[in-house]
């Protein structure tokens, strides 16, 4: 039987190993690299009790076959009440970790895999997978990469003597107990990452000013109790333009806090990975360009408990939202006649003086993907990896590998909107499927 080695622990890898074993893969032959709790990742690998599911339990799904699993566990073992609301039941990130052990562990009884609390610095192929880990190089058959949400990045250098005033890392929020309740704090960035913040700053009783700065100068709305309606007839765009105007023409012309408008936007989501795919590079990197702010505002909605902390922090005059971008962060100098220890450079020019910042600026770029690019074992296009129909990674000569794979987060400039559980889960099925039809063990 073939070896296979799963890069990354998160999510991703956790529905992976889940749909290889039910597809008939032999557990023992499966190796997962990565550090900390199996599953867990990035995305819920968190403490901290104020960080939500940013959509509702029924959403989380790693088996279509099984779409209440999540919402019959957590109703079986959750005490939170605060999870509960109109728009559906928004448990903690934590808790969907919790969900996740418990899932693995269960699987691990009767199909044990390797785990190995490593990471991964280099991977190159000759025919088999060559994986450099902590404890040196490694070689398998089959390769699946799941590598997931890499820390945000700033677009300029850090002054390290900063960094006790600096939050790099919020996903895991564990900075919370480290701040001064008095300190005035920017957020630079205005997405979901900022929303878990204030939600955790109001949650705190923070005393000091809050103060987020986003380029367009908004926040995500809350997330309703939309409903699944009947699906679109799609064409088949090939401009940015042309898929634009689709979108744009089938947008209920309502307000966002409407919910057919969130109906419909949901129901567009259906069908613009596909019409994605079909698009030119240069078209698709044109609709990032104009839209893709767009997207990502009415796309990564927030739980209503986060929207509830983001309106009292603003009714105790406490937050204040900047349109704008950070263009430098230094030192203050004592001429500046501020105590304070960070100088926040806008675009616009403007500076701003704070006591602690948190980067909220969104995944930044994956260094593994970056290295196999480098190594020529991966055809980079706008610092991702390219994968094909079936999440084979193509190589440095445009051509499909038969024996390698991704998900998830580093294959969207491909794939689309392929960032969400459910999501993820279907992409998992079918790398597993198509891996062991190819073995024949199917
Ligand atoms: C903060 C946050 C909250 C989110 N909330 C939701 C939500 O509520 N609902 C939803 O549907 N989606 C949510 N998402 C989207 C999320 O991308 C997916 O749901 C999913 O969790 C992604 O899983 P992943 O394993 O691909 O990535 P990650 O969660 O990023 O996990 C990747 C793991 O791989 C490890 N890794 C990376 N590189 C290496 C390497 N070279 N060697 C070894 N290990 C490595 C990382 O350390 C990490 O543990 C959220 C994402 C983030 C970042």
């Given amino acids: 039987m073939p070896s296979l080695a799963i890069i990354g622990n998160g999510y991703s890898a956790a529905v992976c190993v889940y749909h290889l074993i039910k597809s008939g893969f032999p557990s023992q032959e499966i190796t997962v690299f990565g550090k900390g709790a199996f599953g867990h990742g990035q995305a819920y690998g968190t403490l901290n009790p104020d960080f939500r599911l940013n959509v509702r339990a029924e959403i989380m799904r790693i088996d279509p076959d099984h779409p209440d699993d999540f919402p019959e566990w957590a109703k079986a073992n959750l005490d939170d009440p605060d999870a509960h609301n109109d728009a559906g039941s928004f448990y903690r990130r934590s808790d969907f970790a919790r969900y996740m052990t418990a899932k693995m562990t269960a699987l691990a009884e009767t199909h044990p895999i390797h785990h190995r609390d490593e990471t991964v610095s280099s991977i190159a192929f000759d025919g088999q997978w060559m994986v450099t880990s902590d404890d040196g190089e490694a070689r398998f058959d089959l390769l699946i990469l799941a590598t997931g949400n890499p ?6 250098e850090l002054d390290p003597h900063l960094s006790p005033f600096l939050t790099t890392n919020p996903w895991q929020g564990d900075w919370t107990g ?22 955790s700053l109001e949650a705190m009783k923070h005393q000091g000013s809050v103060t987020i700065i986003s380029p367009k100068g908004l926040l995500p709305p809350p997330q309703l109790d939309w409903v699944e309606t009947p699906d679109l007839d799609w064409p088949e765009p090939q401009s940015a333009l042309a898929l634009y105007r689709f979108m744009a023409n089938a947008m209920a012309k309502g307000d ?22 079909g698009l030119p590079k240069d078209e698709k990197l044109k609709l990032l360009r104009h839209f893709g702010w767009l997207w990502q505002l009415l796309r990564y909605r927030a739980s209503p408990q986060t929207v509830m902390s983001q309106k009292r922090l603003s009714t105790a005059d406490q937050l204040t939202l900047i349109k ?15 105590a ?34 480098d190594n020529k074992t991966l ?36 794939r689309g909107d392929v960032v969400g559980a459910t999501t993820i889960a279907g992409e998992a099925k079918l790398i597993a499927e198509t891996i062991t039809h190819q073995i024949g063990v199917r």
């Fill in 178 to 199: 480290k701040l001064d309740p008095a300190a005035d704090i920017a957020i630079i960035g205005g997405g979901l990452t900022a929303m878990d913040a204030i939600a």
């Fill in 324 to 338: 704008g971008r950070v263009v430098s962060i230094t030192p203050s100098s004592s001429d500046r006649g501020t």
């Fill in 256 to 277: 966002w806090l409407d919910r057919p408008t969130q109906d419909c936007f949901e129901n567009l989501r259906k069908g613009v990975s596909p019409a994605w795919r």
């Fill in 379 to 414: 055809r980079l296009e706008a610092q991702q990896l390219m994968v094909d129909e079936s999440l084979r990674m193509i190589d440095n000569n445009g051509q499909a590998y038969a024996t390698g794979f991704a998900l998830g987060p580093p294959t969207v400039f491909s």
């Fill in 151 to 156: 820390p945000p990045a700033l677009r300029f």
């Fill in 340 to 373: 304070k220890p960070l100088h926040l450079t806008l675009s616009s020019g403007d500076t701003l003086a704070a006591d602690h910042a948190i980067i909220a600026t969104g995944a930044g770029q994956d260094p593994l993907i970056k290295a196999m690019g």
